[in-house]
């Protein structure tokens, strides 16, 4: 599947968002190194707090189904009804959780802003981050 075809993908996963509170639609596709693709959307809370970015949701129910070969995810944000008109970039919380099961050096995080395709690796997003090979 191309890059293209898993924002197509996040587009899809994205109508799904829940979001009664910022009405910031986010949709995610989670790609494994065998082509599965896992859906994840934003799903907030009127409590705020235990609000679920769509990144993570799509990474919990992969390792929730025990999958975890990812190599790429596409993420795409935008309010409501509008057009996607500017690159949604992962939070750090996800970012983080990220880092906890990918190769940050390989990963691969691919966006768009309605125009572009930007494509950016975990590494360059989360520099020196904090993950599993820091507690060996
Ligand atoms: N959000 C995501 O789902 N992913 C991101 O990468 C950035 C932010 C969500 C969280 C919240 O539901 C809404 O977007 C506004 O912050």
């Known amino acids: 599947m191309t890059d293209l075809e898993l924002l197509e993908e996040a587009k899809k996963a994205r109508k799904m968002a829940y979001v009664p509170y910022s009405k910031y639609k986010v949709g995610a596709a989670l790609m494994t190194k065998s082509g599965k693709v896992i859906h994840g959307c934003n799903i907030e809370n009127a409590a705020y707090t235990p609000c679920n970015c769509a990144e993570r949701t799509a990474f919990f129910k992969a390792v929730s ?7 790429k995810i596409a993420v795409v944000g935008g309010f409501e009804e509008a057009d996607i008109d500017a690159l949604c970039t992962p939070c750090g919380v996800c970012r983080q959780v990220m880092q906890e099961f990918c190769n940050s050096k390989e990963f691969e995080i691919i ?3 309605g125009a572009k395709v930007k494509t950016m690796k975990l590494e360059e997003l989360l520099p020196f981050g904090f993950g599993p090979d820091n507690l060996k």
């Open 111 to 113: 966006m768009y802003d």
């Open 65 to 71: 189904e025990g999958i975890y070969d990812f190599c």
